[in-house]
């Protein structure tokens, strides 16, 4: 479990190519993203992940874009059901936001609003892990 687990993860990094035309860079990203805190019981701010949006044609597994609280974009979230990585269900096309990625994150969740399910983040970082304090607090 834990190796398909790590592969998941490493093809979320390997796959990733830039998401749209549009510059995402700055909050609100615009088109169909919508801010996460207006769709589900969540605070705009996450400390740790930041202000979260997504277009709902997309949930529960995004991507979610994370923004600083200066408006900056600072990762690509992917919410993976458990079930789904069990299931070994197959991720094709992910895309982040910010093109480049400086490194990747993965963790569980045991559920929250919007994502119920027990998941995984799967943070795919636009910023130095020293920079990650933009979203800290």
Do not use: C
Request: glycine residues 8%; hydrophobic residues 45%.
């Amino acid at each position: 479990m834990l190796i398909r687990t790590i592969l998941v993860a490493g093809a979320f990094a390997m796959a990733t190519v830039p998401a749209q035309a549009q510059s995402l860079d700055k909050a609100p990203p615009g088109g169909a993203y919508k801010k996460v805190s207006e769709l589900v019981k969540l605070p705009d701010f996450l400390p740790g992940m930041g202000t979260l949006y997504v277009d709902p044609k997309t949930l529960p597994v995004g991507p979610f874009l994370a923004y600083d609280r200066d408006g900056r974009l600072a990762s690509t979230i992917y919410m993976v059901p458990v079930e789904d990585i069990q299931a070994q269900k197959k991720f094709d096309n992910l895309k982040t936001a910010g093109g480049k990625v400086d490194h990747v994150d993965m963790y569980f969740n045991a559920g929250h609003p919007g994502v119920e399910k027990p998941h995984y983040h799967v943070v795919l970082w636009h910023i130095a892990e020293a920079d990650e304090a933009r979203v800290a607090k």
